[in-house]
Nanobody, 124 residues
């Protein structure tokens, strides 16, 4: 079972940018569909963005479209989430997720492995 470790979260002001990273020790990272989810207190965990195994296909939720870019570096076994123009409503714990499938996966139930999460707090 691969371990996923997120980093890059923090406290920022509205309008700032953050880049989250998710690394793994798995030797077959390039075979995994990946996603970023977020969960604010008292709410369900929701998909932010997803990417297929090659990085050729991506998906973004309407709430972040145009402000966020998901990418991956298979050689570095790392998934990224570049977030720009951050808003207070982006405040949440951000999780990366992986599954040994090649396509885009849209729901949390499709992902087999999860990181521990990284806190993103955006002040107004």
């Amino acid at each position: 079972q691969p371990q996923l470790v997120e980093s890059g979260g923090g406290l920022v002001q509205a309008g700032d940018s953050l880049k989250l990273s998710c690394t793994t020790s798995s030797r077959t990272f390039e075979d995994y569909a990946m996603g970023w989810f977020r969960q604010a207190p008292g709410t369900e965990r929701l998909l932010v963005a997803a990417i297929d195994y090659s990085g050729g296909s991506t998906f973004y939720s309407d709430s972040v479209k145009g402000r966020v870019t998901i990418s991956r570096d298979n050689a570095k076994k790392t998934l990224y989430l570049q977030m720009n123009s951050l808003k207070p409503e982006d405040t949440a714990v951000y999780y990366c997720a992986a599954d040994p499938q090649v396509g885009l996966l849209m729901t949390e139930y499709e992902y087999k492995w999860w990181g521990q999460g990284t806190q993103v707090t955006v002040s107004s």
